[in-house]
């Protein structure tokens, strides 16, 4: 859990967008780390059509599967932004 809490420290002091997913909730977002709490992170997310939600999410660290940078996909959204 703490590499994965360093890992997210990274994406937010580089403001690295990335992409998460969560396979046992069906969840995939696309944004950037806005903060690193004890064991979630508050995430603002890209929508599918290119544009920074207001909201953000609060995700849970031990439930997060997969975490991508630099994807085709998440570099073609950040083009269109």
Known sequence: M??????FRVCLIKKITVSISNVKDNLFSIGRVKSVQNSEILFETISTNAKWSKKMEKLDIKKISLI????????????AL
Do not use: R
């Not at 703490?2 to 890992?7: D, E, G, Q, Y």
């Not at 991508?68 to 083009?79: F, G, H, K, M, N």
């Open 2 to 7: 703490v590499a994965l809490k360093n890992c």
């Open 68 to 79: 991508e940078y630099q994807t085709d996909y998440t570099e073609s959204l950040l083009v």
